[in-house]
């Protein structure tokens, strides 16, 4: 099959490595560039910086990647579909559930390929991980755990950390639990003055009865991208930001000081740390769009994923309004 016709649409922090990507993915070639705002990366080259989406769309394209500002993925993304054209969305999937809506019926209608851009299933220690769960390594999952945090970075203006981060972990609670969520308890803090949260922490529980926390936030001086699986042989530790894996193994010889027997919960085994092949995850995202717009979907996140992640990251901004457990 001849490369795909590719435009981006958004050419700030994310839009950018998406240009890159698509010039360096085999199978995309990348034919014209869209941002109201300009080129302010100077990653264009010598294409011309297109307007909005409808110059994008006259441009002859076969697929779009949608980096523009969330408020802004509904409309974009409606036209491209009607258009005849398939895409990959920047997460979050949209502002508002409704807005979501909008989209994966905009899309299913048409008969399109509409990937969400969660790359972080695309990070060498969270795929492998998953690998090895659905394997059958760690047997039953009891609960997944999640630390997502750092500095405030000043380029995120229309949405706070539930909607920027935290949906990050909604969505690989369930690619790895197997399930969706059930119920969340959430709660928020604003502590710099802008309109949206600086602060969450979640807890919940998937419909399989699978155990799920998140702390994510803006305010800490480290950054963290961790996420703990725990199981009934042990318990997968996913660091994201270093792309490392590592399994604590349950083991079976018996701890003979009391002192630390009573303590530990399990005894002892072993710990393994796994050697990756580490890769860009954006470019294993473009390679999988390229793969699903040759007809093998298996590996993209559709944008149904993104909705009901979506659906749980309102629920839990809901949560933190009320003060109540919100059932989904």
């Not at 869209?34 to 909005?52: H, K, N």
């Not at 110059?55 to 990647?65: E, K, P, R, T």
Request: charge should be negative; aromatic fraction near 6%.
């Amino acid at each position: 099959m001849a490369d795909l016709r590719v435009g981006v649409i958004g050419l700030g922090s994310m839009g950018r490595h998406h240009v890159r990507n698509v010039r360096e993915t085999p199978g995309e070639t990348l034919v014209a560039v869209a941002d109201a705002d300009g080129d302010r990366y100077a990653v264009a080259g010598d294409l011309p910086i297109l307007p909005d989406v409808d110059a994008l769309i006259d441009a002859g394209i076969d697929a779009a990647i949608i980096a523009v500002p969330t408020a802004l993925h509904a409309d974009t993304g409606v036209k491209l579909a009607h258009a005849g054209v398939h895409v990959m969305i920047e997460k979050p999937l949209a502002s508002e559930v409704s807005e979501g809506e909008a989209l994966v019926h905009a899309f299913d209608e048409a008969g399109l390929i509409a990937a969400a851009g969660y790359v972080e299933r695309c990070n060498p220690a969270m795929r492998e991980m998953h690998k090895r769960i659905a394997a059958g390594e760690l047997g039953a999952i009891f609960q997944i755990s999640s630390r997502r945090q750092g500095p405030f970075p000043a380029r995120i203006t229309d949405v706070g950390v539930v909607k920027d981060l935290a949906t990050h972990d909604v969505d690989v609670a369930q690619w790895i639990g197997g399930a969706r969520y059930s119920s969340v308890a959430a709660q928020t803090a604003r502590t710099s003055g802008r309109q949206h949260e600086d602060f969450l922490i979640s807890t919940g529980q998937l419909e399989n009865g699978v155990l799920v926390n998140h702390i994510v936030n803006w305010f800490s001086p480290f950054k963290e991208r961790v996420t703990v699986v725990s199981g009934e042989k042990g318990t997968f530790v996913a660091d994201t930001m270093n792309s490392t894996l590592t399994f604590f193994e349950n083991g079976t010889k018996e701890v003979e000081w009391d002192q630390v027997a009573n303590v530990r919960g399990v005894s002892v085994g072993e710990v393994k740390q796994y050697a990756l092949e580490v890769r860009e995850p954006l470019r294993v995202e473009h390679e999988h769009f390229v793969k699903a717009l040759n007809g093998d979907t298996s590996d993209i996140v559709p944008i149904a994923d993104a909705l009901q992640t979506l659906r749980v990251v309102d629920a839990m901004l809901q949560s933190a309004d009320t003060n109540t457990t919100v059932s989904l």
